[in-house]
C-alpha cells in the first residue's frame, strides 16, 4: 500500500464545476504540498499545509492532521485548470530525511 | 516560473552510457533534491544534497550519484544506464532542509534510454 493515496486517479469536468481531489496519507508528517503539474513535466507548488486551510484564487486546500486527510477544491472550474494534481507529504520522521513521498497524482480534465 | 533551472530538457541516450544533468536552484536556497517520475507515476525521491553534502537518499542503486556546487547547483549522474532509467528527472530547490520551506521545482528533464 502506497503511504500516500490520492483519489480520483482521473477527473473529467465541466467548465464551472466544483471539483475535490482527496488526499489520504498513513505516515506522520510535518507538511502536506499540493502540487499542479503541467503536460510538459514542470511542477509548480499550489499549497503547503501543516494544518487547517489556505485558499489561493479558486483554489482551496484543507488538512486533517487527525484523519490524516487533505482535499484540494478548485471553484468555478475552467478548462486550463486541467493538469495532473498531486500530494505529497514531508515525512516527521526518519526515513528520507524529510523529503518528499508523493501521490500517483489525479489528472485533471476540465471540458468547455 | 521558480528560478530553478534544468538541463537539458531532453536527452536520449543508449543503454550502458553514463548522463548528467545540471540543475540551478532558487538564488537564496541551499538544499536541492532529486526526484525520478517515470510515465504515469508520482516522483520518487533519489537524494538530497545540502551545503554540499548528500543528505538522505532513497531507493536508488550507487549508479545514482550527485554533486552539489558552491553555488547550491547540482548535478546528478547516472552510470550503466538502463532502459529503465527513462524518465523525468525532476530537481527541487529549498531553503533549508530542516524547515517545512516550499519546494521550488524545475521543468524537468525528460531522459529516453534506447
Known amino acids: 500500500k502506497n503511504e500516500v493515496e490520492q483519489s480520483p486517479q482521473n477527473l473529467t469536468a465541466q467548465e464551472g464545476e466544483f471539483i475535490t481531489i482527496n488526499c489520504s496519507y498513513s505516515?506522520?508528517?510535518?507538511?502536506l504540498h499540493w502540487l499542479q503539474q503541467h503536460p510538459g513535466g514542470g511542477i509548480v507548488s499550489l499549497f503547503m499545509?501543516?494544518?487547517g486551510k489556505k485558499k489561493h484564487g479558486r483554489l482551496i486546500a484543507t488538512i486533517n492532521i487527525q484523519e490524516k486527510h487533505s482535499s484540494l477544491h478548485i471553484t468555478a472550474s475552467h478548462p486550463r485548470d486541467s493538469a495532473v494534481y498531486i500530494c505529497?507529504?514531508?515525512?516527521?520522521?526518519?526515513?528520507?530525511?524529510?523529503?518528499?513521498?508523493f501521490g500517483k497524482g489525479t489528472k485533471l480534465s476540465v471540458k468547455p | 516560473e521558480t528560478g530553478v533551472t534544468q538541463s537539458p530538457t531532453h536527452l536520449i541516450k543508449t543503454r550502458g552510457q553514463q548522463v548528467t544533468l545540471r540543475c540551478s536552484s532558487q538564488?537564496?536556497?541551499?538544499?536541492v533534491s532529486w526526484y525520478q517520475q517515470a510515465l504515469g507515476q508520482g516522483p520518487q525521491f533519489i537524494f538530497q544534497?545540502?551545503?554540499?553534502?548528500?543528505?538522505g537518499r532513497g531507493n536508488f542503486p550507487p549508479r545514482f550519484s550527485g554533486l552539489q556546487f558552491p553555488n547550491y547547483s547540482s548535478e546528478l549522474n547516472v552510470n550503466a544506464l538502463e532502459l529503465d532509467d527513462s524518465a523525468l528527472y525532476l530537481c527541487?530547490?529549498?531553503?533549508?532542509?530542516?524547515?517545512?520551506?516550499?519546494?521550488?521545482f524545475g521543468q524537468g528533464t525528460r531522459l529516453t534510454v534506447v
Open positions: 527541487a530547490s529549498s531553503f533549508d532542509r530542516d524547515r517545512n520551506t516550499e519546494a521550488f
Open positions: 505516515v506522520g508528517i510535518s507538511a
Open positions: 499545509l501543516s494544518s
Open positions: 505529497a507529504v514531508r515525512l516527521l520522521w526518519g526515513g528520507s530525511q524529510g523529503n518528499l513521498i
Open positions: 538564488s537564496g536556497h541551499n538544499t
Open positions: 544534497y545540502y551545503r554540499e553534502e548528500e543528505n
